[in-house]
C-alpha cells in the first residue's frame, strides 16, 4: 500500500485548500476515479510537498506557469485562491499576472487578470483575504 | 526624453546580468533597433523594477512561465542564469522545473531541466555558483 | 469537380456523426461558406478516409492530440462523440485523457476528463453508449 | 513624466476603438490599475503606432496572430472589431481566419471564426459595416 | 482528377518561392509522399490562392502567425523568405515580429526577429532583397 | 517503500525501450535525481502500466499529442521508436502525423514527420523495423 504518499499528498492539498481533495475526488469519481488518486500522490505528495522550496514559493511558480499557458482556466483560479490561502497578498499575485505581459504577452496577462478579478470578488463575499 | 525608465530597466537588467543590455542590443541592432529600447524600458524598466515583489521571486515567476511555455529556450538560459546571479540555488531551480512535469506536462519540465543541465555546466566552467 | 473527394469526405464525416456535414455547413454558412467544403474534401476526405489506419484509430489520436492542445474544446467535444460512436467505450476515452497528465499535464487532463464527463452525461440523456 | 507616449497611445487605441481605453482602465483600475498605462504606452504607444506599417496591416497581423493561440478569445473579439472599424471588410478577416486552418489547424480556424460571428452579428445590431 | 487544384496550387508556390514545391516534395518522399499533394492541393490551391486577399498581405498574416505560435521555426523561415520575394520589405517584417511582443509575448518576438536576420543574412549572402 | 510501482514502472518502460530507464536516470542524475524516480513510479507505473488500453494504443495516443504540442521533440523521437518497438508500422505512424495537419496545422505535421524521417533513418543504420 502507498499511504504514506497518499497522507502526505492529501495533507499538501488541504494546505492550500481544506476541501480541495474531496472537491477533485467527486469531480473525477464518475469519469477517472483512480486519476484522483494519482493527482493527490503525485502532484501534491511527491512533488508539491518536497522541502526544497516553502509552499508559497510554489504556488507563485504555479500560477505563474498556469497564467503563461492561458488555457487553463479552472486551475488558475484554485491556485490563486491557495496562494491567498497560503499568505500571498492580492498585490503580490498582481505583480506576477502582469509580470506575464512580458513573457507571455499581454492578452495572457489580461485574461488572468481578469480571472484573479472574480476570485477577489468571491473572496470578498466569502469575508476572505 | 524617457530617460528615467531607460536608466530604471538598465539597471534591473544589469541586475540579472551585467552583460545583459549590451548583448541584446547588439542582437537586435540590425533587425529591429527601436526593440531594445522597447525590452529595457517596457520589460525591465515598467515591469522587473517594481516594488512588489523582490527580484528573486520574479525570477523565479518567469524561470517557471517560461518552462511551461517551452519554445522560449534563449530566454529560459538568460532566467536561469538571472536566478543564480540574484543569489537562487540550482536545488530551488531544479525544484521549480521538476514542478512543471504537473503543471505543463513531464517533457516540458525534463526539456527545461536539460537546459539547466547546460547552463550549470557552463557557470561550473566559469566558476559561478 | 471535385466530388469524388467531396462524396468520400462526407462519407466518412457521416460515419463519425451523421449530422456532422450538415451541422458545419450550416455553421460556416454565413462567415466562410468554402470552408465548409474544404474541410470535408481535406480533413475527411484526403486525411481522415485514408486506409492506412482505421476509423477508431484515427479517433484515439485526434482526441488526444485535441486535448494536449487545450484550446479546442468544441472539437474535442465533437470527436469524443465520434469515438464513441465508432465504438471506442468511455472507459478507453478516459484512459487517453488520463495518459495526458503524463504528456500536456495535470490541467490539459482535468479539462477534458470534466468535458468527457459532460459529453458522457448528454449521451445518457439521449440513451446511447 | 511620459505624457508624449501616453497620449500617442490614447489615440492609437481611439483610433481602434474610440471607447478602448476607458474600457480598459476600467477593467484593471481594481486588480492592476498601473497596467492599463503600461499597455497604453507600450502597446498602443511604442508599438502599435510605428509608422513603419499602416494600422490596417498591423490588425491583420494581430488578428491571425490571436487566432493562432487560440486562447486569447476577448482580445481576439477586440481586434475583429478594430479591423472593421480602420475598414477591413468581413470578408477580408474571414480570409485570414481561414488560412489559419493551414497554419494553426481547423479548430483554431474555426473557433475564430465561429468568434468572429458572434463580431459580425453584434456590428448588424449596432448597424455597423 | 484533381489537376485543376494541384496547377494553382503549384502556381501560388511558386510564386512564393520557385523551388518550393520540389524542396517539399523530397523531403516527405520517403515518410509521407501523399501529404505533399495535400499540401499543394489544400494550403496553396483552396486556401492561399483564394482571390479575397493579395499574396503580399497573406504572407504578413502567416509570418505573424508562425512567430506567435513559436514552434515552426522552418516554416517561419520559409515564409519570411517568400513574404520578401512577393515585396515585402525587411523592415515591414521586422515591425509584424516586433508587434508580436505585445501579442505573444518579448521571447516570442525575440525568438523570431533571430530567425529573420539568419534569413536576412543568406539572402544578402544570395544578393537578394 | 513504493517498489511495486518502481518495478512496474520499469517494466512498463524496459517494454517500449530497454536502455529508457537508466538513459533518464543518467540525464536527471546531477539536476534532478528524485524525478527520475517519479516519472518511473507515476508517468510509466501508474498510467502506462494500466490494463485498460493496449500498450501499442498508448503509444499512438502519446505520439499524437506529442506532435499537436510541437515542442516536445526529445520526447517525440523516443516515443516514435517506442511505438516502433511494439510492433507500429512506420506506415502507421505517418499516418497519425500526417493527420495533425488537420488539427494541429501542417507545420506541426511537417515538423514531426521530418523527426520521424530521422528516427527511421537511425533505425535503419541499427537493422531496426
Redesign the interface.
Known amino acids: 500500500m502507498?499511504d504514506a504518499?497518499y497522507r502526505i499528498g492529501l495533507a499538501t492539498a488541504r494546505n492550500l485548500d481544506p476541501e480541495a481533495p474531496e472537491r477533485l475526488e467527486a469531480?473525477?469519481k464518475?469519469?477517472?476515479p483512480?486519476?484522483y488518486r494519482?493527482?493527490v500522490?503525485?502532484?501534491f505528495g511527491?512533488?508539491?510537498s518536497?522541502p526544497?522550496?516553502d509552499p508559497k514559493?510554489?504556488e507563485?511558480?504555479?500560477?505563474?506557469?498556469?497564467?503563461?499557458?492561458?488555457?487553463?482556466q479552472?486551475?488558475l483560479r484554485f491556485h490563486l485562491n491557495a496562494a491567498l490561502n497560503l499568505g500571498c497578498t492580492?498585490?503580490?499575485l498582481?505583480?506576477?499576472?502582469?509580470?506575464?505581459?512580458?513573457?507571455?504577452?499581454?492578452?495572457?496577462?489580461?485574461?488572468a487578470?481578469?480571472l484573479?478579478?472574480e476570485v477577489?470578488a468571491e473572496r470578498d463575499a466569502k469575508g476572505l483575504s
Open positions: 502507498d504518499r469531480a473525477l464518475e469519469v477517472a483512480d486519476l494519482h493527482i500522490e503525485f502532484a511527491d512533488i508539491l518536497r526544497g522550496l514559493t510554489r507563485i511558480a504555479t500560477v505563474s506557469a498556469l497564467a503563461a499557458l492561458g488555457n487553463a479552472p486551475q492580492r498585490a503580490e498582481a505583480e506576477i499576472l502582469m509580470q506575464m505581459a512580458v513573457y507571455a504577452g499581454v492578452p495572457a496577462a489580461l485574461n487578470l481578469y484573479a478579478k477577489f
